[in-house]
Every structure is written in structure tokens, then in C-alpha cells.
């Protein structure tokens, strides 16, 4: 089956650091990637999407200068959270789909558990 | 716009005991899908099924099953005999065809199932 995975798994970092996070594709070619977070006790809500060679779409609310996503290759999405302040401390889940733009079709990865101190 | 609830925030049970997560959704859309994911204390979502709109038939997969009415725009998920490592959050998400890159999510049912 298809498999994602995300490095790491749990980061905590200073108020004020940035913090790089990786979604992998591992035995496919994610033409599409999301990026998903999730608030203590609270749903899934999709931050961007990014399809492999473009700029990610992100939605509304969400700031992109400060949620930086980049989707250089077909296996490898990062995430990075720049000037990171307590309130952005989430968790956060990655997805990825071969079929462009496909959300019935994503596979999740196991998500990032951020801690900003 | 499309939309998903999950009136039941919480419920606990004991174990055994067979035990209903209720969905209910809104779409404009003729074509969509429709998801259940289990996301227990890990944090890792496990993907349960996915139904397509015109696919209405029941589907039970060992303890599970699912009840697909769009005459009441429900999907319901029923564990039958729960056990406690059945407990986790219960997700119900729907995406529409013509709007590929939008999947909603319920606000999650979370299932406790004591020895």
C-alpha cells in the first residue's frame, strides 16, 4: 500500500525559531500534497496544497509567508514554520496523492507533533 | 458548501457492547465521497473506508459496518462487540468531485471503550 511518512515525528522549539518539517512519498509519486492541522481535541483542517514544481494554494486565513511549503520532487514536500510562537504548536499531517489534486485519493502520513516554547 | 457533522462528541461504552457513530453531511454536489477515519492516541489517521455517492450499499467488514442513506444524507458507522482498542476519534469527511481539493472533516466522535 502506499506509505507517507513525516519527519520528525515530535519537535520542540524556541518562540521566535523556524522549524522544518518533511513529508515523504515512499513507494509513489505524489503529484499532490496537503498539508492538515489539528488543534488539541479538534478536526482536521487543511492548511495548503501543493502540486510537485508549483506554489502551494494555501487556504484562506492561512499565512503563507509564515507557513512556507515547498514541493520540489514528486516524493518530497516540506513544511516550514517561520518565527514560531506558542500558538503554533499543533500537530500537524501530511497527505499525498498520485492523482493530481485528488483528496479521495490521498494516503496520510503520521503527523508531526510541534511544541513551541 | 459542503459540510459534515458529528453531533456525538463523545461515548463511552463497555466493552462488547455494539456501538453506533453517527454522520450526517451536506453537499450540493451529485458526485462525492464519503470517508470514516480512526485516529487513536498516536495520532496516526487510519483510513476506514471511502464511499462513493452512487454506491449505496451497506458494507461490513468484520466488526464494522456501514449504513450509506442519502435519502437522509447519513454514514453511519457501527462497531459491533467494541473492544478497547477500539478506542480512538472517529472521523467522518466528505469530498465532492467537482471540488477535488477540498475535503471536510466531521469534528470527530470520540469512542471510549472500557474493560
Known amino acids: 500500500g502506499a506509505v507517507v511518512s513525516q519527519h520528525p515525528s515530535r519537535v520542540i522549539c524556541k518562540s521566535g525559531t523556524s522549524v522544518k518539517i518533511e513529508c515523504r512519498s515512499l513507494?509513489?509519486?505524489?503529484?499532490?500534497m496537503f498539508w492538515y492541522r489539528q488543534f488539541p481535541k479538534q478536526s482536521l483542517m487543511l492548511m495548503a496544497t501543493?502540486?510537485?514544481?508549483?506554489?502551494?494554494?494555501?487556504e484562506q486565513g492561512v499565512e503563507k509567508d509564515k507557513f512556507l511549503i515547498n514541493h520540489a520532487s514528486l516524493t518530497l514536500s516540506t513544511l516550514t514554520v517561520t518565527s514560531a510562537h506558542p500558538e503554533d504548536s499543533s500537530f500537524y499531517i501530511c497527505?499525498?496523492?498520485?492523482?493530481?489534486?485528488?483528496?479521495?485519493?490521498?494516503?496520510f502520513g503520521p503527523g508531526t507533533r510541534l511544541t513551541v516554547t | 458548501a459542503q459540510k459534515v457533522t458529528q453531533a456525538q462528541t463523545e461515548i463511552s461504552v463497555v466493552e462488547k457492547e455494539d456501538v453506533t457513530l453517527d454522520c450526517v453531511y451536506e453537499t450540493r454536489d451529485t458526485t462525492y465521497y464519503l470517508f470514516w477515519y480512526k485516529q487513536p492516541p498516536s495520532g496516526e489517521l487510519v483510513f476506514l473506508i471511502r464511499r462513493n455517492s452512487f454506491d449505496e450499499q451497506n458494507e461490513i467488514s468484520g466488526r464494522y459496518s456501514w449504513n450509506f442513506q442519502k435519502s437522509t444524507s447519513s454514514f453511519n458507522f457501527t462497531i459491533t462487540a467494541s473492544q478497547v482498542v477500539d478506542s480512538a476519534v472517529y472521523f467522518c469527511?466528505?469530498?465532492?468531485?467537482?471540488?477535488?481539493?477540498?475535503?471536510?472533516f466531521g469534528a470527530g466522535t470520540r469512542l471510549t471503550v472500557k474493560p
Open positions: 469527511a466528505l469530498s465532492e468531485a467537482d471540488n477535488n481539493n477540498d475535503m471536510r
Open positions: 513507494d509513489f509519486q505524489a503529484t499532490t
Open positions: 497527505s499525498a496523492t498520485e492523482v493530481p489534486g485528488a483528496v479521495y485519493e490521498q494516503y
Open positions: 501543493s502540486n510537485e514544481g508549483s506554489k502551494a494554494t494555501y
